[in-house]
């Protein structure tokens, strides 16, 4: 029997939903929604955000860089934070700290009190989501339940992107910039409502909390997504980079070192001893650097080359959020029957196809023409992709660990985001140079070379899925 196999079989099973579990999900889902489309609800309300506050042109980008740094960096913390102190309680806590800086944030007289708000709501949603999704894996039992629950919340962490340009675009656009952020109070005040009322806590873990794990990792991996993060818009000789991606390597070299010898540690690293589940972390980092970077030189090339205003640019990327969101319905289905790799390789293949077309962009593509297309493909890819990855990852985790997962998990797709646009922007820049902010011509040709190098994500993705990611067996489906 596989390594796989016998963790699998010692899991604790997880209790199977009551009538509430319903409700549970709605709010487990609902919380992910916010938290990820604030990732990039405020990229096209950008420009009215810079003319109301004064933002420099460099200070600018720390309003999307301070919440995704802060989000990056304490996901392991707030994982484990969790697992000792109680799934509901920390959820909360999360849920009404970022709620609280969405408040403020939308309320900023100052750039220096936005971005502040920023940062604060990254930290809100790194204590918040690690225990979202450990609430859900406790909620539903491993099997169809599970499954079911998982499609619809990777449905909502894969198309949050587009939801938040398309949100992003409406409320700038008809409101104020400042609705970016005002509308999750009401969305977080009802969360934490019912949170209290319908979600049963979960027993602590008893024994230390792990400092020296906490420290290292909080600092290591917040060095390393600042790293990618000024690298991408400085370039790979800055010295700061430089300095921090260093820093990063040494904090994380010691974290590894000291959760060895931890006896409760931060990241039990039982969670990568096998190759599968290792394998599978490495794919989960590299999925969304190609998404991310879509993202990143798609918004702007519909607005640069095509003219595309806000509300309009959301709109284009809307048949994708619908077809991810299928897709993460469709495959619950039938995974206990066909298994997740087919539907993996299919999804990675697509994502491939999607960044290879984009190799063909100029000035002179149209959305018909060329992306309408790689769009198709790309929401193909994350429907398919998404579930069945996290269900390879989360399958067989025991309960104790199950916050320490998904900050695992989530962290790795934080850094992925971190580390694709990084290395993408670097490419773009250097086809594009400083030209290609405004010049059409030049940004094309800068995103046609960005997207090559996406397309290497994407072969190693595929050639992860079909050589290594390869479970003993396919999630099994619940007895009727």
């Not at 199977?16 to 549970?24: D, E, I, T, W």
């Not at 209290?196 to 290292?216: M, N, W, Y």
């Not at 798609?298 to 095509?306: D, E, K, R, T």
């Not at 619950?332 to 993996?344: A, E, I, K, N, V």
Request: glycine residues 12%; proline residues 5%.
């Amino acid at each position: 029997m596989s390594a796989h196999a016998v963790a699998r079989r010692r899991a604790v099973p997880a209790p199977r939903g009551s009538g509430r579990s319903g409700l549970v999900l709605g709010l487990i889902v609902t919380c992910q929604l916010m938290i990820v489309l604030d990732a990039t609800v405020v990229n096209v309300a950008l420009p009215p955000i810079r003319a109301d506050l004064g933002f420099s042109a460099t200070g600018l980008s720390w309003v999307v860089n301070a919440y995704t740094l802060a989000f990056g960096g304490l996901l392991l913390l707030g994982g484990r934070l969790s697992d000792v102190l109680g799934r509901r309680r920390v959820f909360s806590a999360g849920v009404t700290l970022f709620t609280l800086s969405s408040f403020v944030g939308g309320a900023a007289p100052t750039d220096a009190v936005l971005v502040a708000a920023r940062a604060t709501q990254g930290v809100g949603a790194a204590i918040a989501a690690p225990s979202a999704l450990a609430i859900l894996l406790a909620t539903f039992a491993e099997g169809a339940p599970r499954n079911k629950a998982l499609g619809l919340f990777s449905a909502m962490s894969a198309a949050g992107g587009t939801i938040g340009l398309l949100l992003g675009g409406a409320l700038t656009s008809w409101l104020s910039w400042r609705w970016v952020l005002f509308i999750n109070v009401p969305v977080g005040v009802v969360i934490v409502l019912l949170t209290q009322r319908h979600i049963v806590e979960s027993a602590r873990t008893p024994g230390r909390f792990d400092l020296a794990g906490t420290a290292t990792a909080t600092l290591g991996v917040t060095s390393l997504v600042f790293g990618f993060i000024r690298a991408g818009a400085d370039g790979w000789g800055d010295d700061l980079a430089a300095v921090a991606l260093t820093g990063a390597v040494v904090l994380l070299a010691g974290f590894v070192a000291i959760e060895q010898r931890a006896e409760q540690p931060l990241l039990p690293l039982r969670l990568f001893a096998h190759r599968v589940t290792a394998s599978a972390y490495l794919t989960m980092l590299l999925v969304p650097a190609v998404l991310l970077g879509m993202y990143f030189f798609l918004a702007q090339f519909v607005q640069l080359v095509l003219g595309y205003s806000a509300l309009q640019t959301g709109l284009a990327f809307l048949p994708m959020a619908v077809l991810i969101f299928a897709g993460s319905q469709m495959v619950p289905r039938f995974l206990p029957r066909f298994g997740p790799q087919p539907f993996m390789i299919t999804g990675a293949v697509a994502l491939l196809a999607a960044t290879l077309w984009l190799t063909r962009l100029s000035a002179s593509s149209t959305y018909l023409a060329m992306l309408a297309g790689p769009m198709t493909l790309f929401g193909v890819g994350g429907g398919l992709l998404f579930m069945p990855l996290s269900a390879v990852l989360l399958s067989g985790v025991r309960l104790e660990d199950s916050g320490a997962a998904a900050g695992a998990m989530q962290t790795a797709q934080q850094l992925g985001a971190a580390l694709g646009v990084a290395i993408l922007v670097s490419v773009f820049a250097a086809t594009a140079g400083g030209a290609g902010e405004t010049e059409p011509g030049a940004f094309a040709a800068g995103a046609a070379d960005a997207f090559v190098a996406a397309a290497a994500f994407a072969t190693i993705a595929l050639v992860l899925i079909v050589t290594a990611v390869r479970p003993a067996q396919a999630p099994k489906a619940a007895s009727s």
